[in-house]
């Protein structure tokens, strides 16, 4: 029998670029690196957080911006951004949300390689150069400050449901995460803004980049790092977040990989046809009735379905890859 196609990644083509090299959003920028620090009302630790950061790029050997977006602080966040040198600072006129700050910054980036991270003094800065090594070493789509690091200081409320949340992305990815939702990371602009009719304005931002580019076949590298206790109060609502971010992990695994969620419900109908029969012939007497044809009809038909979801995902078009 002749072989399946290859898979085919899912990820949208590129919007094309202007002429001019670099002009427009899609347009490479020179190599250097451009951290995009999102901010809502952090007036009271943003100040620090810059401080560290505007040392660790001085010694940084590529040329380096540092981008702080206000995202309609209603506090002096972006006033007290100001007081750093070499601060550009991008204001949202009111509050949209994690993702949509990260994707004002990544448009507005003069540098090829995007570094994020939070206002809030919980990420090592000093992990940025590391994180630098790590792609040049190994090219990789994206490198992540996995939160696994010897001093990692996450609120004991938020680990069952990022305990649930990791091992869905596990399923969907088809490998370990370590940190599914770091928000210290690094990836290539160009690949980003291919991702932008994707990527949510909210929270889960960082969890659909990751899935995305490991749904496709991208090489995303790991690098351990220690997690500090906030400054000021957290923005996340744990139940309301962790519901949000489980019906994302689904939602993605149906765009990026239909035929592993179809085949589950497919198989859990099957076992239960399966175990409805035994309890009709040993514990009623009686054959599989039409109960039993039922579910192991429709475990078939979903399984059609998925198979069908995946014929189709393997048609939409590759992702462009630039190269150097």
Known sequence: MPEPPPRK???????????????????????????IVPAYNEERGIGAVL??????????????????????????????????QGVRVLEHRANRGYGAALKTGIREARFELIVITDADGTYPCEAIPQLVERWRATECAMAVGARTGGH????????PAKWVIGRMANMVAGEP?????????????????RLFPLLPDGFSFTTTITLALLTNGFRVEYL??????????????????????MQLILRIALYFAPLKIFLALAGLLLLLAVAWALVS???????????????AEG?????IVGLLAELVNRRLPNLYRDED
């Open 152 to 159: 990692v200081q996450i609120p004991w409320i938020r680990r």
């Open 9 to 35: 990644s899912s990820i949208p083509p590129p919007p094309p670029a202007r002429a001019a090299g670099g002009a427009g959003p899609a347009g490479r920028r020179p190599l250097g690196v451009s951290v």
């Open 51 to 84: 401080a560290d950061l505007r040392r660790v790029l001085d010694g940084l050997e590529l040329p380096a911006e540092l981008l702080v977006v206000d995202d309609g602080s209603t506090d002096g966040t972006a006033a007290e951004a100001r007081k750093t």
């Open 177 to 193: 995460i370590p940190d599914i939702n770091s928000g210290l990371r690094l990836f290539r602009r160009s690949v980003a803004l």
């Open 299 to 303: 475990a078939l038909q979903i399984a």
């Open 224 to 245: 351990p790092i220690d997690y500090r206790a906030r400054v000021g109060r957290s923005k996340i609502r744990p139940i309301r977040d962790t519901l949000g971010f």
């Open 281 to 295: 012939r040993f514990a009623l007497g009686q054959l599989a009735d039409v109960s039993t044809v039922v579910l």
